[in-house]
């Protein structure tokens, strides 16, 4: 008599979609408002600190972005078989069971091994909560659990072994790339004259952001100044990097002195939401420049050009490119 499965056998695929789909729903948004300089709606105050940290960046792309494309991934994979009749075409929905469930295991294996680094790096490191990244570490503990337990095997064998290599590699590979993330030497030292990148190192101050580590050069305070007679006004937000790569481009001298800068988030130091609300400030940094709102970070000749400035125009840092360029 042939035995029965169990449901959690029979149900395994749907429910291992379902939970990635959670997964996409989770990371799309994260990518979505991270592309677009936004901050995340959040019970929590470490949310932002968490996602504006250089641990929320890969590759110069958003860390959220390579989770949702792994759970695109794991959705596929789970619910390819599901396409094939197996009373019609019984060898290939085989095949693809066969084939797809150990490239499950896998990326579910690596996916929690990857998940539980950040969930160390919340704890141990940025020491912030971020709901979203707990979740979507839940979701890969989850596709892992379903995709073990979800089908018949003769032992624990059979799965140790790519498991536990699938485990140790994306430890090494994880560890590998955040090897070089932290605070500089640069980032620690608000009197360093030189910068090599505009990125923020380490996580930023709850309410006011990272500390700008560049000089200003005569020709960026002259700017700032311009930039303060003529009007113009940069919103933005504490947990924002791109506003801090704006800044950094300006240095601290012509920031701390002259840059009109206007904090949109309510937890940021003076913060003005109402009127950032009512400018429609949807992205961050946004300048708003003869009543023309400009999106993003803007090259400070571009800001010369804009705004009719004719000073020196030297400026120290051109050469540097902002993240979201690279």
């Not at 408002?33 to 504006?52: Q, W």
């Not at 839940?138 to 536990?164: H, N, Q, Y």
């Not at 605070?183 to 004259?193: E, G, L, V």
């Not at 009543?291 to 400070?300: A, D, E, H, T």
Request: aromatic share 10%; with cysteine; glycine share 10%.
């Amino acid at each position: 008599m042939r035995r029965q499965s169990s449901w959690i056998h029979r149900f395994s695929r749907p429910l291992i979609a379902a939970v990635a789909a959670l997964g996409i729903a989770d990371t799309a948004y994260l990518t979505s408002v991270k592309l677009a300089g936004k901050g995340v709606t959040c019970s929590s105050e470490g949310c932002n600190a968490v996602l504006s940290s250089p641990y929320a960046n890969v590759f110069g792309q958003p860390l959220s972005l390579f989770g949702l494309l792994a759970y695109v991934a794991v959705l596929l994979l789970a619910i390819a078989p599901l396409f094939i009749n197996p009373k019609s075409d019984k060898k290939l929905h085989n095949q693809l069971q066969d084939l797809t469930w150990p490239v499950l295991l896998i990326a579910g294996a690596a996916m929690m091994v990857f998940s539980g680094y950040l969930m160390y790096l919340l704890a141990a490191v940025i020491n912030a909560a971020c709901p979203y990244c707990i979740a979507s570490a839940i979701f890969s503990t989850a596709i892992f659990g379903l995709v073990l337990f979800g089908k018949e095997r003769d032992g624990i064998g059979e799965i140790f072994m790519p498991v536990t290599i699938a485990a140790f590699l994306t430890l090494l590979v994880t560890v590998g790339i955040y090897s070089g993330v932290g605070p500089t030497a640069d980032a620690a030292d608000p009197t360093s004259n030189d910068i090599t990148t505009l990125e923020p190192a380490g996580v930023p101050v709850n309410g006011v952001g990272w500390t700008v580590t560049s000089k200003s050069g005569p020709s960026e305070l002259a700017l700032a100044e311009h930039l303060k007679q003529t009007g113009v006004t940069m919103y933005g937000g504490w947990f924002c990097s791109h506003c801090y790569e704006q800044k950094q481009l300006l240095g601290r001298e012509a920031v701390k002195a002259s840059l009109p800068y206007v904090e949109c988030n309510a937890e940021g130091k003076n913060a003005k939401v109402e009127l950032c609300q009512k400018e429609g400030i949807t992205g961050f940094p946004t300048w708003d420049i003869k009543g023309q709102k400009y999106p993003g970070v803007q090259r400070l000749e571009k800001l010369a050009e804009l705004t009719g400035y004719t000073g020196p125009k030297n400026f120290k840092y051109s050469k540097l490119v902002p993240s979201f360029l690279k």
